[in-house]
């Protein structure tokens, strides 16, 4: 089965700081990965998703970034944190392969990165 | 951009009773529908998905779909305590070549004793 480890758990960083969240994924080849953020008391927004080694769709224009340096690691990325970008930074693994319309591929979460922005 | 729209609640209900959590969505095309639960400060774990008009049953869940309402609904029955969280309602977009995940804001179920 497919594990999702995330990394750190944790981190309060001040204003214009960089950032770097990793996640990666274990028990799968090829997955499709998301990056999603979770503001406080406010729904999931999608950010970032990739099917592949350096292939990422970003879905908001923002101060953030993606990599997918390798198979089954997806990084995001700041060069300089606002205060509005405090969040539950969440990684998600949505199957594998080529996707088609009709697939039913479901999103498997990561146990999140929270940072608190000062 | 697709939506989709919860109350947020919260839902109160009592100790045994059903609790009854909805959710509409906006594009009419959409043909996957998910409900996550989501405890305080934990990530999203998925309860149901459903295809197909009608009802789907998992033990103590069932998830309803009507496309021609646009609407989705997740039943709890024998509600506990246990199940106070929030439910995330989540429709799946396929664009661009690329399935996504579009998520409700969330319905916070409070079950008291």
């Known amino acids: 089965s497919q594990t999702i480890h995330q990394w750190p758990a944790t981190l309060v960083q001040p204003v214009g700081s960089p950032l770097s969240l990793e996640c990666t994924v274990e028990?799968?080849?090829?997955?499709?990965l998301y990056w999603y953020r979770q503001a406080a008391g406010r729904g999931l927004q999608l950010l970032f998703y990739?099917?592949?080694?350096?292939?990422i769709s970003s879905e908001v224009p923002q101060n953030l970034s993606a990599s997918r340096p390798q198979d089954r690691q997806f990084i995001l990325s700041s060069k300089k944190l606002l205060l509005s970008d405090s969040g539950f930074y969440l990684c998600?693994?949505?199957?594998?392969?080529?996707?088609?319309?009709?697939?039913?591929?479901?999103?498997?979460f990561g146990a999140g990165s929270r940072l608190t922005v000062l | 951009q697709k939506e989709v729209e919860q109350n947020s609640g919260p839902l109160s209900v009592p100790e045994g009773a059903i609790a009854s959590l909805n959710c509409t969505y906006s594009?009419?095309?959409?043909?996957?529908f998910f409900w996550y639960r989501q405890y305080s400060g934990k990530s999203p774990e998925l309860i149901m998905s459903?295809?197909?008009?009608g009802d789907k049953e998992d033990g103590r869940f069932t998830a309803q779909l009507n496309k021609a309402s646009q609407y989705v609904s997740l039943l709890i029955r024998d509600s506990q305590p246990s199940d106070s969280a929030t439910y995330l309602c989540?429709?799946?977009?396929?664009?661009?070549?690329?399935?996504?995940?579009?998520f409700g804001a969330g319905t916070r179920l409070a079950v008291h004793p």
């Open positions: 998600a693994w949505g199957g594998q392969g080529p996707l088609t319309i009709s697939g039913a591929n479901v999103l498997t």
């Open positions: 028990g799968t080849s090829n997955p499709n």
């Open positions: 990739s099917v592949g080694i350096g292939q």
């Open positions: 594009d009419r095309g959409s043909q996957s």
């Open positions: 459903i295809y197909s008009n």
């Open positions: 989540a429709v799946r977009e396929f664009s661009g070549g690329y399935n996504k995940l579009i």
